[in-house]
């Protein structure tokens, strides 16, 4: 050991006494401060002009622009320069004979030379802490968890680089090669995960193989084993790889004892690889402040109930628009999006069924003319270089799977025993699923009894869960592409028609859309009927289609105004109603509160208002109120055995439309309506709650903090850094 640490420093003298070293060091500051004083002066400008962020550390630390990712991105170019003249410089002069017939070890030289790259790597991520430093008097309550992860992370880096330096420097005499041939081997290393991933039987060695994205999982504050396992498997490899090299100019041993060594060696590390990265074998550390990068504790606590294995099975239509999203180049990355449902359900299958038929693809169809799905699939097949002899037929996907209610789209499937449900992709900038539908899916195969069965009366010129008009309600309801509608939120969603059957008995929630024709003494017999057995109701309607309601409205004690709702307003016509949240429905709907104390607004194209018009077995909750605080939704409570009935009222059917779900100016709460209302029908079982704590950490630095980190970086720390080079290379040549 004594040998080692003598072989580091002087290892260590030799780098600072060339001017690369001291370069470095010089450079890193200030490329890497770049980054962190243009994200805290934006992020800090933005916030005292009013806009609100949150998790302010991982956006100025992490995610793929941050400080720690400008960082790993610099590190690729300054390793192999600082690595280059380990061994090298030595076979160039010649003194690797002599060090060789010496009695020292050639453990102890290559973990001497090694341990003096670890050391200067300290010195690197001594620079970085003061980074973190600089951040944590920026950023009142800063996430110290997570910049202890990214730093932690990049030190794997910095050994790892440092490994595959030090025997590319033992390859040759020449230490530019040495330095190209490392930064060669990074690049591979960097690139091989893409390679040959449209083959099952290679694309997981290949995937697992490769560096680039190691680190991101430590940048987002989750430190895993098996990343940590993956950088420790590397060091070894490489620093074994020096050390046979170099014992070889020692010794003189067959071909075949050479290759037996190195063959045991990739042995050894293939079957190291394979057991950590087995999910049942890996653990993972979560150190941000409000566990971001965890599941929600509802999510784990519904895993834990599960005794079988959960099995995913993704159906792609080659001749759909979002084929690219799961094509075979990308099942390695695709799978990755289910990682953290994997961390607890580590006996997880993920399945790739491949087939084509009809799609909406217009742009494919207008692009080939006159060509039948069998041409076009072909045509794709060619393009994406896919075998199409794999790719199954219309008729044998029907015989598995009947995909026609899902459109023909790119959909999983979740399997759990006898039940099934799909989990679909969306049409929005995040396209995956998140936790929130995520396990809404799961919790259908888990818990098939808890499902929300939410019936929409039709037969009366209602509003349509199916067409696509602007005051239709098919976005909120039965969008398949819309991540917010009720059939991606756990809930299904059916039409009845009085005329022709009763109301079913597994109602979760009636809905009375805006009728325009009256209901019959029978169909308004049976309503009754359902409310009386305590059914759960929600009711909307419009000026000059109330009176259609009035008989029901008047069972349950409520009445409408004949006239709209008129309020003066400089840019919306009269009738356009901006309601605001009462105070009242605070302790009903935490979001509701929330908008209430933000003075959020619902968008309401022509309402009418609500009172009551006699006594009522009912509580009556206003939830949205005009400016003159009339009520323009109520909310209706009882008791009936051991079961609390919720009936919601609405004087505008329109908030729900998919007109005004989109509406982008002025800024609304319809959305956050719509999503509570109906988690509060179903006693917050569905939509779940993935909710987290907002975290904490705020700008708390103005530009003149932002100037004082560019005079450290920038002048002092590189200046101080210069001088001490200067004074030390001039004594140096002095002796």
């Not at 993704?314 to 084929?323: A, G, K, P, S």
């Not at 605001?580 to 309402?607: D, I, L, R």
């Not at 100016?665 to 939509?687: H, K, M, S, Y």
């Not at 002048?715 to 001039?730: H, K, Q, R, V």
């Amino acid at each position: 050991m004594r040998t080692i640490f003598k072989i580091a420093r002087f290892e260590l003298s030799t780098l600072f006494y060339s001017p690369v070293a001291w370069l470095v060091l010089m450079i890193f500051p200030i490329q890497a401060g770049l980054d962190i004083t243009k994200f805290i002066q934006m992020i800090g400008r933005a916030s005292r002009m009013g806009q609100e962020f949150t998790e302010i550390t991982d956006k100025i630390f992490g995610g793929n622009y941050g400080f720690f990712a400008g960082v790993k991105n610099t590190l690729y170019l300054y390793i192999p320069l600082l690595t280059m003249g380990l061994i090298s410089r030595e076979t160039h002069s010649g003194s690797i004979k002599l060090l060789l017939s010496s009695p020292v070890k050639v453990r102890d030289i290559v973990l001497g030379k090694y341990l003096a790259m670890m050391a200067y790597g300290l010195i690197l991520i001594f620079i970085v802490v003061l980074f973190g430093v600089a951040g944590g008097l920026s950023i009142k309550n800063m996430d110290y968890g997570q910049v202890f992860a990214g730093t932690f992370g990049l030190y794997l880096l910095i050994c790892a680089y440092a490994a595959i330096g030090l025997f590319m420097s033992s390859l040759t005499s020449y230490q530019v090669v040495a330095a190209i041939s490392t930064l060669g081997i990074l690049g591979v290393l960097n690139f091989i995960g893409s390679l040959l991933q449209g083959v099952d039987l290679i694309r997981h060695v290949t995937y697992f193989l490769s560096i680039s994205g190691r680190t991101e999982q430590a940048i987002s504050g989750l430190i895993s084993t098996e990343d940590v396992a993956y950088f420790l498997i590397v060091i070894f490899f490489f620093l074994m790889l020096t050390g046979i090299k170099l014992q070889a100019g020692r010794e003189a041993k067959p071909l075949r004892v050479k290759l037996l060594r190195y063959m045991a060696l990739i042995f050894v590390c293939f079957v190291a690889g394979y057991i950590s990265s087995r999910p049942s074998l890996t653990a993972y550390l979560d150190l941000t402040a409000v566990k971001t990068r965890t599941l929600n504790a509802s999510s784990v606590a519904l895993i834990k109930t599960m005794d079988k294995p959960l099995r995913v099975t993704t159906y792609v239509n080659i001749l759909d628009e979002n084929y690219y999203m799961a094509k075979p180049e990308v099942k390695s990355a695709d799978e990755k999006t289910l990682m953290q449902y994997r961390r607890f359900m580590p006996d997880l299958k993920m399945d790739y069924v491949y087939y084509y038929d009809v799609s909406k693809n217009a742009n494919l169809y207008k692009s080939h003319p006159g060509m039948d799905e069998k041409a076009l699939a072909k045509s794709v097949a060619d393009v994406y270089g896919l075998n199409f002899e794999s790719v199954l037929t219309p008729a044998q996907i029907r015989k598995i799977v009947n995909l026609s209610g899902e459109e023909n789209r790119v959909v999983r499937q979740l399997s759990y025993g006898d039940q099934k449900t799909f989990l679909r992709y969306f049409n929005d900038m995040m396209m995956y699923a998140s936790e929130q539908e995520i396990t809404a899916a799961i919790k259908r195969i888990v818990m098939p009894s808890k499902i929300p069965v939410v019936i929409f009366l039709t037969g009366h010129d209602e509003r349509s869960t199916y067409k696509t008009g602007d005051k239709e309600y098919r976005v909120a309801t039965t969008e398949l592409t819309f991540r917010y509608a009720l059939i991606n939120q756990g809930f299904d969603v059916d039409t009845v028609s009085l005329q022709t059957r009763d109301i079913p008995a597994k109602t979760s929630v009636l809905v009375i859309a805006d009728p325009g024709l009256s209901f019959s003494a029978s169909d308004l017999d049976k309503i009754k009927r359902y409310i009386d057995r305590g059914g759960n109701l929600l009711i909307t309607t419009e000026p000059g289609r109330q009176t259609v309601l009035s008989p029901l409205l008047a069972h349950l004690g409520i009445g409408t105004n004949k006239e709209s709702v008129i309020e003066k307003s400089r840019d919306f016509a009269p009738d356009f109603i901006l309601a605001k949240f009462s105070e009242q429905a605070g302790p009903y709907f935490k979001k509701y509160n929330s908008a209430w104390q933000a003075e959020g607004v619902v968008a309401m194209p022509g309402a009418v208002s609500l009172n009551a018009i006699s006594a009522s077995a009912f509580n009556i909750t206003p939830i949205l109120t005009d400016q003159q605080k009339h009520p323009l939704v109520l909310a209706l409570t009882r008791r009936i055995a051991d079961k609390e009935q919720r009936i919601m009222i609405a004087g505008d059917a329109d908030f729900m439309s998919s007109v005004e779900i989109a509406r982008g100016r002025p800024v609304t709460r319809n959305f956050d309506l719509i999503t509570e209302t109906f988690r509060w029908f179903t006693g917050g079982e569905f939509p779940v709650n993935t909710y987290r704590p907002k975290s904490q950490d705020v700008i708390s630095s103005d530009d003149n903090g932002v100037l004082a980190i560019r005079i450290f970086f920038f002048g002092i720390l590189p200046f101080s850094l210069l001088i001490t080079a200067t004074l030390l290379l001039i004594y140096r040549k002095r002796r």
